[in-house]
């Protein structure tokens, strides 16, 4: 049976809602998903381990990670109900094999037991306290167990965020991370054997409404929820007129570590 736990969120600033539109978000993120399946392949699986994909948004990695667990279980968890929701109807068919949690990785997760390993793809940067992150990861992990992530790094996303300073605004609600950083908290939650590195994704994307699609659901979500929705729709053109082109410079860090 799965089971769906939802406790208090506290890992964005309080005037920013902790829900997606999912539906929108899951036609868009094709750079997400193919980001995902290149981390995934970094985590070496024997078919039957107990894995939680931590920032599971609609489940398309999800499926991915299902699809090398013929014999395992997977733990898909995100803050947000609308996407929890729509991770279920993808991934219906691998019935109880996966459960469903809305948690927030900056609290203790609200999970049973132990599991084998951690995925997680497009996600830390969400959370603002990695200290916080970590230290939930680890207390949830064996002895051996492995971590690979992959999320926004230093640099990310970096000629949008000088758009948004122009316009009174930043790139809000993330937190982008230096390997060195991420190495040190790693080590000191009790990871050992850590590797984390940057690499460039530039990203470009269809002109005119797709390109704001994407920036109005992922990119500026966290500056629209400050915003009247009068506002919204403008704010978003603006943004996306005052771009050099319709492209985000996308820098992701990765991160492969082993519970100590």
């Known amino acids: 049976m799965r089971h769906r736990r939802q406790p208090p969120f506290h890992g964005y600033p309080r005037d920013v809602t902790t829900d997606w539109n999912a539906a929108t978000y899951d036609r868009i993120a094709d750079p997400q998903a193919r980001w995902g399946a290149a981390v995934l392949d970094r985590l070496p699986l024997a078919g039957d381990e107990r894995v939680i994909d931590a920032g599971c948004g609609t489940g398309r990695v999800t499926a991915a990670l299902a699809e090398r667990l013929p014999h395992g279980s997977i733990i898909a968890v995100d803050a947000s109900p609308a996407m929890i929701a729509e991770a279920e109807r993808r991934l219906a068919a691998f019935g109880d094999r996966v459960e469903y949690v809305v948690a927030d990785l900056a609290r203790p997760l609200p999970i049973e037991g132990t599991v084998d390993a951690v995925l997680s793809t497009a996600t830390f940067h969400w959370v603002l306290d990695h200290d916080a992150l970590f230290a939930n990861l680890a207390a949830v ?9 992959q999320c926004g790094g230093a640099g990310n996303i970096a000629t949008l965020a000088s758009v948004l300073r122009d ?5 809000d609600a ?24 940057l690499n460039d994704e530039p990203t470009t994307f269809e002109p005119g409404e797709p390109f704001e699609s994407f920036l109005e659901t992922v990119c500026l979500r966290p500056n629209l929820d400050r915003l009247p929705p009068s506002e919204r729709k403008p704010f978003v053109r603006e943004v996306a007129r005052r771009m050099p082109s319709a492209a985000l410079d996308y820098v992701r860090l990765n991160i492969v570590a082993r519970r100590g």
Do not use: C, I
């Open 141 to 149: 992990m064996r002895s051996d167990g492995r971590l690979v992530a």
């Open 167 to 171: 316009l009174g605004q930043d790139v």
């Open 174 to 197: 993330v937190y982008f991370a230096t390997p060195a950083e991420t190495k040190r908290r790693l080590e000191a939650n009790g990871f050992v054997d850590v590797e984390a590195w």
